[in-house]
């Protein structure tokens, strides 16, 4: 059975905006899935709708053999600790060093204090800020503070990565770098989800795409592009 | 809870409440001032309670009898009232000890019979003590009703006076009181607030990395017990430290102002006033948590 399965799902916002329109989809343990479509398509919805930010109104979501939607509210945050989130902006808090900021994932799931110090240094390590570890987040370039992000993201080993326009405040040089990161980590066997509008990144993996527009879903190609500029 | 979850609860709540420190000490001073005034009123309630009973216990009923009933007669009604329920102590004084009373007062006892054409003008009359002070009334008016008693008096309008007084006190205490703890209140889900707001981006990745709900709600939850908690710690020393004051400040004339020295009172009402002090900002803080901590 699949990873990560939607079923006609459907999700509206008062007064009568309808995000996502009867998406019915399916992520298998491992993948690397692209989710792209212009501005207002859906992408972010549909990420929400993952880590149950939000339910839908309609429709399923099956992830790892259960429905999110009937999760207690005390086992959603058991679901959010196998998904790591990743934003355009970041989220690091600007007052604490690069190793507090990795850390703070791990103390507030109740991690052994001895076992914190060396899976941050494992997650830096991955990302490659090991010698960035006791700098704050002002004194790191954009591509820095997203591979710290990163590293907060994966240091309580998720199944499941996703990452809403990861790229989106970074120049093209420091988003390949990103780029092959999260391809490292899937390669590792987290399944990976990305939220992105940079087609030329798109077109040059050649992973699984998955295109909404108006809330539904138009198109979802194994080793596919971008293909609204074309 | 494990044990270094508690500690890191703490550090949170006590870092929180350093970084809004006015606001805290705000807080935590409105506490102290409404429970503070609590403590004074209840102890103040308590002693005019207090006194009122001590008058009213030591007031006796004065019973005259009519002026020309025999002496047969009055030993008559003296069994009667000997025989009310509640009645305890029963003094027949007859006409003549009257007048030798009256006479120690005002000079010799030939010139007030003679001023009175030689005839005794007093009444019989009783001294009626009863065993309960609430019950002073109700005695009194089974004694009135006695065929050939003509007057009762008791201390009644005294009593009853300090009674409205403390009726009054309470009603007055219960509405200050209760507008103080209101102010102290939203104080604390102020506070709180403040303190959720000021850390919005910290609970925002708690959330996402999968925190639990109380483990993101705890050191809010603490912040305020403990507002609640010192600011009442406070008022409970100064109400102690106060009370002690005025019962030496009293000290000598203790006879006739007899306050409450019963250190238990003083005990049970420092204790109440951290339990309730603690409750305020325990409850000010689930409010917060609930209306702005949706986590
Ligand atoms: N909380 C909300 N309340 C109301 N409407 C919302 C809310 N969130 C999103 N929407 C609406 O739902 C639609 C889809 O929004 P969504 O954020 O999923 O798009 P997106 O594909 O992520 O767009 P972008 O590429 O600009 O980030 C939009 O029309 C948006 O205005
Ligand atoms: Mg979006």
Redesign the pocket.
Known sequence: MSLIQFFNVT?Q??PN????DDVSVKIDKGEFVF?V????????????LLFRE?VPNRGQIIIGGRSISRLKRKEVPLLRRNIGIVF?DFRLLPDRTVFENVAFALRVVETHPREIKPRVEKALAQVGLSNRARMFPHQLSGGEQQRAAIARAIVNNPGILVA??PTGNLDPATSGDIMKLLEEINRLGTTVIM?T?AWDIVNSMRKRVIA?QH?RLVRDDREGGYGYEA | MKLRTAGYFFRQAALSLWRNVWMSLAAAASVAISMFLLGAFLLLVFNVNHIANNLQSNVEIAAFLQVDVPRQVSLHIQDQVRALPGVTEVTLVPKEEGLQQLSQQFGSEQDLLAATGGVNPLPDYLRVRVADPQSIQSVAEAIKAIPGVEKVNYGQEVVERLFAVVRWLRWLGVGIIAMLGLGALSLIVLTIRLAVYSRRREINIMKYVGATDWFIRWPFFLEGLWLGLFGSGVAALAVYLGYRLVLNMVGPAAVFVPLIRDQGLLLWSTLGLVAGGSLVGALGSLFSIRRFLKV
Request: glycine fraction near 14%; charged fraction near 20%; hydrophobic fraction near 30%.
């Open positions: 999700k916002y008062p905006i309808t995000a996502l989710l479509g212009p501005s207002g398509a859906g992408k972010t919805t549909f990420i929400r939000e355009q809403d326009e939220a509008h909404l809330g």
